[in-house]
C-alpha cells in the first residue's frame, strides 16, 4: 500500500509539472503572430488542448471526479481528438505536397 501511495505521489508529481510546462508553452506561444499561418494556428490548438487535459488531471487530484467535471474533462478529450485528427490532415497534405513537388522537379530536370 506504501509503494502505492509512493508512485501516485510521484505520477502527480509529474502530471503537476507537465501541466505548467503545457501552461508555459500556451503563454509563450500567445506572445508571437500564431494566428497568421495554418501551422501557428495548429499549434496553438494542440498545445491547448493538451494543456487542457493536464490542468484538468491536477484539478482532478485536488476536487476529485464530479459528474460536471466529467463532462468538462470529456469535452476536453474531444478537443485532443480533433487536434489530432487536424495534425494527421496536415502531415498528410504535406507528403501530398511533397510527392507532386518531387515529381514536377523530376519532369523538369528530364526536359
Known amino acids: 500500500m506504501v509503494a502505492q501511495e509512493v508512485l501516485?505521489?510521484?505520477?502527480?508529481?509529474?502530471?503537476i509539472y507537465a501541466a505548467a510546462v503545457g501552461l508555459l508553452s500556451v503563454v509563450l506561444h500567445a506572445r508571437v503572430y500564431?494566428?497568421?499561418?495554418?501551422?501557428?494556428?495548429?499549434l496553438m490548438v494542440y498545445m491547448f488542448m493538451i494543456e487542457a487535459v493536464l490542468a484538468?488531471?491536477?484539478?482532478?487530484?485536488f476536487i476529485g471526479a464530479h459528474w460536471w467535471f466529467e463532462i468538462i474533462r470529456m469535452a476536453a478529450f474531444i478537443g485532443v481528438c480533433v487536434a489530432m485528427t487536424q495534425r494527421a490532415w496536415?502531415?498528410?497534405?504535406?507528403?501530398?505536397?511533397?510527392?507532386?513537388?518531387?515529381?514536377?522537379?523530376?519532369?523538369?530536370?528530364?526536359r
Do not use: K
Not at 500564431?34 to 495548429?42: D, E, F, Y
Not at 484538468?56 to 487530484?61: A, H, S
Open 34 to 42: 500564431w494566428w497568421h499561418t495554418q501551422m501557428g494556428r495548429h
Open 90 to 110: 496536415l502531415q498528410l497534405v504535406a507528403q501530398r505536397e511533397h510527392r507532386i513537388g518531387a515529381a514536377r522537379g523530376e519532369e523538369m530536370g528530364n
Open 8 to 15: 501516485r505521489n510521484i505520477g502527480n508529481g509529474f502530471l
Open 56 to 61: 484538468l488531471g491536477v484539478i482532478r487530484i
